[in-house]
């Protein structure tokens, strides 16, 4: 049985920064690999990074690159999403998720989701 667990957001004014956390409990085959997703209102869910504990960051989308970071507690089996300089563009739901394919080069199918953390942005 898979579980993650998402926390860290929070509203925030723009030009800050916020860490979001995703503590991931179950089989290692599927925990080893996780994705952030984002759902702003009224929009479709995307990817957004995703992290291989053996190697680190896999992918960070072109809309995000530069601004957010990949890093992972193996103690904790805790991957992080350090947002910086905020904008109201990254108003949304973040989720994380487990056991995600790839459709057109972008992660998607996952089979394990989090109850996601909202980061607003004014």
């Known amino acids: 049985h898979v579980q993650l667990v998402e926390s860290g957001g929070g509203s925030v004014q723009a030009g800050g920064s916020l860490r979001l956390s995703c503590a991931a409990s179950?089989?290692?085959?599927?925990?080893?690999?996780i994705t952030w997703f984002r759902q702003a209102p009224g929009k479709e869910r995307v990817g957004v990074a995703a992290f291989y504990t053996p190697l680190g960051p896999t992918y960070i989308a072109s809309s995000v690159a530069g601004r957010f970071t990949l890093s992972w507690d193996n103690e904790k089996n805790t991957v992080y999403l350090q947002i910086n300089r905020l904008g109201p563009e990254d108003t949304a739901m973040y989720y994380c998720?487990?056991?995600?394919?790839?459709?057109?080069?972008?992660?998607?199918?996952?089979?394990?989701w989090g109850q996601g953390t909202q980061v607003t942005v004014s």
């Open positions: 998720a487990a056991d995600c394919g790839l459709r057109d080069g972008r992660p998607a199918d996952c089979g394990y």
């Open positions: 179950g089989a290692a085959d599927s925990t080893n690999a």
